[in-house]
């Protein structure tokens, strides 16, 4: 994603907020006789699980300051491999103290009773996120299971110097960004606005999110599935007719085909989201200098919104002896101003954190010719929807990839993919025992 610094802020409120959710203590944190008696103290030794790049240094930030609490990093693989580790470290009973989870999958952890609800220890931090954001490690509860690391809001790139040649305009409404696609494949039928993924869940779930979308809820002790709702009826609509059109590509993300249509300039956009120029740097070097960023194209010009595609939190272990002490480092690494700094410069993460966000100064850069692109960023991560995921997103996201790539192939209805997303989600959680109400 590139290497991103962030300046100094003042921290006089936050000091405050974190001095009062860490205070008090817990069994496992209790001094040893030894201290009593005069002797030092054994620290709390915590371990953390993540696959941010460079934690181990950053860490060593925190066990300078604090030689009470001591924390080790395991550097992970990520994805679906680092997530399906943790729930078997956790059946057996020996867990990490922390783990970096991505949002889709902590109700997993949860459904799987891994991971801790630290709403008590880490309710003050509630203020240093916005409210999309927060309700993803809430899961619309209460609750509170995770501390929001970083984040993904989705955002329009588009080539600026394609679009003057070809007179375009950038779209702020879905309908002007049909009508844009389908003007410039008259222009040249070999330049295409953009493309639908059928291999990316994450980024149809994001579009899906946009529209106001609600996959899952909880009803007391049940869940509820609405994946075939209306608002995500309407964007595959949506999305399936400017494919039979033929003005959108159909090429998945991240292939060698798509990569040289961004770099070649026959694809003119992306829509993506804020981690995105560390891909384009990347897959579109030619492009550097040209590309431009603004808000998603709007269902309704007058209610601006976004969704997320990508982010992780930080998480507690169920089992940990030393839940307040790891709460504690945890609100301490995604909202302490010099810990948010150090992730996104050594991490190179977009921080969660409002604050976070505002410090960050030195553009991308990619973008570098274009200031102002982290206060852009911020400013369309403010209008980020809530969401819930649910206990099987990966059941859910591989029907995703079976019934649309079948879609696009055959060229059929995208409403039916939809609806197989749902069977598909359904089944597999009644399956599992879970109680769904209509």
């Not at 009062?20 to 953390?48: D, F, I, N, Q, W």
């Not at 902590?106 to 203020?127: C, N, T």
């Not at 606005?193 to 899906?208: I, R």
């Not at 007719?241 to 956009?269: C, H, M, R």
Request: net charge neutral; charged share 20%; hydrophobic share 45%.
């Amino acid at each position: 994603m590139g290497t991103r610094r962030l300046s100094a802020v003042a921290a006089v409120a936050l000091a405050a907020a974190l001095a009062a959710g860490c205070s008090g203590g817990t069994a496992g944190e209790t001094a040893s006789p030894a201290a009593s008696a005069g002797a030092p103290a054994r620290p709390v030794k915590l371990t953390y699980w993540t696959w941010v790049p460079n934690m181990d240094k950053i860490v060593q930030s925190w066990n300078a300051a604090h030689p009470d609490i001591q924390v080790t990093v395991s550097k992970q693989a990520g994805g679906d491999d680092a997530a399906a580790k943790f729930l078997t470290a956790a059946k057996a009973g020996n867990p990490p103290d922390l783990v970096q989870a991505e949002y889709q999958m902590l109700p997993s952890f949860v459904a799987a009773d891994a991971v801790a609800d630290i709403k008590a220890e880490a309710g003050p931090a509630k203020a240093e996120f916005g409210e999309g954001v927060w309700s993803l490690v809430t899961l619309g509860t209460d609750a509170v299971y995770a501390i929001p690391q970083d984040s993904g809001p989705m955002m329009f790139y588009y080539r600026r110097d394609l679009f003057d040649k070809y007179g375009l305009k950038v779209p702020t409404t879905w309908d002007e960004y049909a009508a844009t696609a389908r003007a410039l494949h008259e222009k040249n039928p070999k330049v295409l606005l953009g493309a639908f993924s059928s291999k990316d869940p994450g980024s149809f779930a994001g579009l899906a999110q946009q529209a106001g979308a609600r996959w899952w809820s909880i009803d007391g002790e049940a869940w509820k599935v609405a994946i075939a709702d209306e608002p995500t009826l309407r964007v595959a609509g949506y999305w399936g007719g400017l494919v039979k059109e033929g003005v959108i590509g159909d090429k998945p993300y991240f292939t060698p085909e798509w990569n040289k249509a961004l770099n070649d300039g026959t694809q003119l956009s992306w829509i993506s989201a804020v981690w995105a120029p560390g891909v384009l740097a990347s897959n579109a070097p030619d492009g550097k200098g040209k590309w431009a960023v603004a808000p998603l194209p709007q269902w309704n010009a007058s209610e601006p919104h976004t969704g997320f595609w990508g982010g992780s939190s930080t998480a507690v272990a169920a089992t940990s002896p030393s839940r307040q002490a790891a709460v504690r480092f945890a609100t301490w690494l995604n909202t302490d101003p010099q810990a948010v700094a150090l992730l996104a410069g050594q991490g190179a993460v977009y921080p969660a954190s409002v604050k976070g966000q505002a410090a960050l100064s030195k553009d991308p850069d990619y973008f570098a010719d274009r200031p102002g692109f982290w206060k852009t960023a911020a400013e369309i991560g403010a209008t980020a929807r809530g969401f819930t995921f649910g206990p099987n997103v990966n059941v859910t996201y591989n029907a995703f990839k079976d019934a649309f790539g079948k879609a696009i192939q055959d060229r059929s209805d995208f409403a039916a993919a939809v609806r197989a997303m749902q069977d598909a989600t359904v089944a597999d959680m009644r399956k599992s025992g879970f109680q769904i109400v209509p």
